[in-house]
Each structure stands twice: as structure tokens, then as C-alpha cells.
């Protein structure tokens, strides 16, 4: 505490991200980080960029790694955001378009950030809960307070329980929702989920959110898009603007740029994760474990005769380290991101001596 702090300041329960140990030989399941290298084309793009142009300030604007989102997405530039990690372009969502009279509305298990944002900026919410199988239920969206509300955000699929909500949900909320912003976080869609990206040249109320972290493994990098009507995006790029208008470096924008290009290591990349979650699933429910329907790059797991804290613990004794969050409704379950084989090998191997 400082009495130099603003009020603000005092108010606030920041974010706490996931650990970053700085222990050799450790299996890091916890931060949901991609378990396999970067695009070489990326790579390759990054370490050309690094030349005497460093002395000049990167493109405003970031034209060429919009240009590569809207190819690859088949859209136009105008409707692409870029910024510093999705986390970044979040921020500047929540200052451009969900600060309203009306209370914005999020799940009441999600993504941690979104009321910290709230603090931060002055945004009034509510949370609505999740039902038993910890699935969104639209209409309650639909009808909190007559449908009155500044707002509704959600990760698909979710987190950090990995539900992902089906396309014609989605569609159903945005086009019940048409007075407010829907704005739909897709840091883990491409594990499994449907993007809602095939929705926003319908609806002009309808913003989705990517980040290059996790299917194209660059979370070190801090690259993240937003998709939109233009007039959302133009409200994003003026609070861009009037922060930070060089966001995205040389670098960051050169190897962005290449990771969009490079479909073919995308998609070969996120099927082995896919298969390598499908598998550590099978492999964990003969176990006693009870595992949510996950479409991301992690599983949301629990076993009913071992408590979660202490499962971490033990795992962390084992030099394997998991997510565990201590909130209501979720204490008892283990965010677990999805390894190479072998980590997940070793992961199997530590829980089945620690339940059998």
C-alpha cells in the first residue's frame, strides 16, 4: 500500500497468471502453452527482421498482419484489430465497447481476467452461473433483466473448464443480444471449437477475439486479434490510439505475419494436440477421474476420492506442474494442459501412482 496510489489503484484485485518456475527438468502443464515450436517459416521471418530497421518505429497501423488474418479468414482488413496478446486487445474492448450504463455480462467460471477489467475501468457486471455440467445457458443471457445488459463476453470453449458452446448457440445469443456487443474470446478455438468468425459479416453487434499464443505457439511473442464489423473496430483502434499506437513491433509483426501464412504446420501442430488431449483422456477416466467435454489445449479433470489441492501438490513433488484454482464450484477439479506424448506419459504414470 502507497498513499501515492490513485484510488484506482487501491480498488484493485489484480490478475494472477499461471507459474512460471524458473526450475530445470519440469513438466509445465499449467499455462496452457502449446507444447511444440513455432512455425520455422515464423522463425525464420522473426530472424530476418532483425536489422539496422529496428531504429525505425514498426507500422501503426500493423497493415501487413492484418492483411494475413483477413486472408486467412476470408474477410478485409477493416475488419481485423491487432495489438499486444489478446490480454491487450481485451482491455481496449472493454474500454471501447463494454463500458455502458448496464451491467456487462460474463459466466461466473471464466476467464479471471474479465473482472479485473472491470475493476480497472469502471465497469459495473454480473455473472451469470453456468449450469450443473458447467455448460452456458444463452437464455439466461437472453433474459437477465429483460434483456437489458452493456454487454456479454465468454471464452469458446470456455475457460478454464475447455466446454465449448456450439455454433448455433452462439448465433442464437448474438442475434437475441442485437442491441448489445457479444463478444466471443477464441484463445482456444482452434483445438476443437466452431469460430464464431463465420458469423460477423452477419452480425454487426458480433466481435471475436484470437490471440497467436496458443495454436501457433508464440505466447512469448504477445500477438492477438480482434474480428469485428468495421465501426467496432474503428471504436478499437481510436482507445488504441490514444494509448499506444505502435503496439506490435517489427519482429512481433513479421513473425505474426509468417505464423498465419504457414497453414500447413497449423493444422499439423493442432491435430497432434488434439489427439494427444483425446488419448490423456482415455487414459485418465479408467482411473476414476471425471473429465469436462473439452475442445482446447488442456482438460478440466477431478476424482471424486482424492482432493485437487493436494493431487497438485503431490504432482508438483514430482517435478509436474498443474492448474489449480481455489474458487467456488471449481476447487475440487485440475486444469491440466495438454503435453507432448512423453509429458503426458509422465503424467499418467505420477496420477496413477497417486489414485491406485
Known amino acids: 500500500m502507497s498513499r501515492y496510489w490513485s484510488t484506482t489503484v487501491h480498488r484493485l484485485t489484480p490478475y494472477v497468471p499461471g507459474e512460471q518456475p524458473r526450475i530445470d527438468g519440469l513438466i509445465k502443464l499449467n499455462t496452457n502453452e502449446n507444447p511444440y515450436p513455432p512455425s520455422p517459416l515464423a522463425l525464420a521471418a522473426m530472424q530476418a527482421a532483425l536489422d539496422e ?52 455480462l460474463f459466466p461466473d467460471i471464466t476467464y479471471s481476467f474479465y473482472p479485473v477489467y472491470c475493476g480497472l475501468y469502471g465497469i459495473e457486471y454480473r455473472t451469470l452461473p453456468l449450469d450443473a455440467d458447467f455448460a452456458l445457458r444463452v437464455e439466461d443471457y437472453l433474459a437477465h433483466d429483460g434483456g437489458r445488459n452493456g454487454g456479454i463476453i465468454f471464452p469458446n470453449p470456455n475457460a478454464p473448464t475447455g466446454r465449448p458452446l456450439p455454433l448455433d448457440a452462439i448465433e442464437r445469443l448474438v442475434r437475441g443480444a442485437s442491441g448489445s456487443v457479444v463478444v466471443v474470446d477464441e484463445a482456444y478455438v482452434d483445438f476443437g471449437g466452431e469460430s464464431a468468425v463465420t458469423l460477423v459479416d452477419r452480425y454487426p453487434n458480433l466481435l471475436v477475439v484470437h490471440t497467436l499464443s496458443k495454436s501457433r505457439s508464440l505466447a512469448g511473442l504477445r500477438v492477438g486479434f480482434a474480428i469485428g464489423h468495421p465501426d467496432l473496430i474503428e471504436g478499437l483502434e481510436r482507445v488504441k490510439n490514444s494509448f499506444n499506437s505502435y503496439p506490435l513491433d517489427r519482429v512481433a509483426l513479421a513473425g505474426g505475419v509468417a505464423a498465419m501464412a504457414d497453414r500447413a504446420y497449423f493444422e499439423q501442430t493442432r ?45 508438483r513433488e514430482r517435478r509436474i506442474l498443474v492448474r489449480h484454482f481455489r474458487l467456488p464450484r471449481i476447487d475440487q477439479f485440475l486444469r491440466i494442459t495438454i503435453g507432448t506424448d512423453a509429458q503426458c506419459e509422465a503424467l499418467q504414470e505420477a496420477l496413477r501412482e497417486l489414485v491406485t
Not at 61 to 86: C, I, Y
Not at 295 to 308: C, G, Q, S, V, Y
Open 53 to 104: 530497421r529496428l531504429r525505425l518505429y514498426p507500422d501503426p497501423e500493423g497493415a501487413p498482419l492484418k492483411q494475413a488474418v483477413a486472408d486467412f479468414h476470408g474477410l478485409t482488413p477493416r475488419q481485423v484489430f491487432v495489438g499486444n496478446g489478446s490480454d491487450e486487445v481485451l482491455a481496449h474492448v472493454f474500454q471501447a465497447l463494454l463500458k455502458h450504463e448496464a451491467p456487462l
Open 271 to 315: 491435430q497432434v494436440v488434439i489427439a494427444s488431449r483425446e488419448h490423456l483422456v482415455q487414459a485418465l477416466l479408467p482411473l476414476g477421474f471425471e473429465i469436462l467435454p473439452s475442445a482446447a489445449n488442456f482438460i478440466f479433470a477431478r476424482h471424486p476420492h482424492h482432493d485437487a489441492q493436494a493431487l497438485a501438490a503431490a504432482l
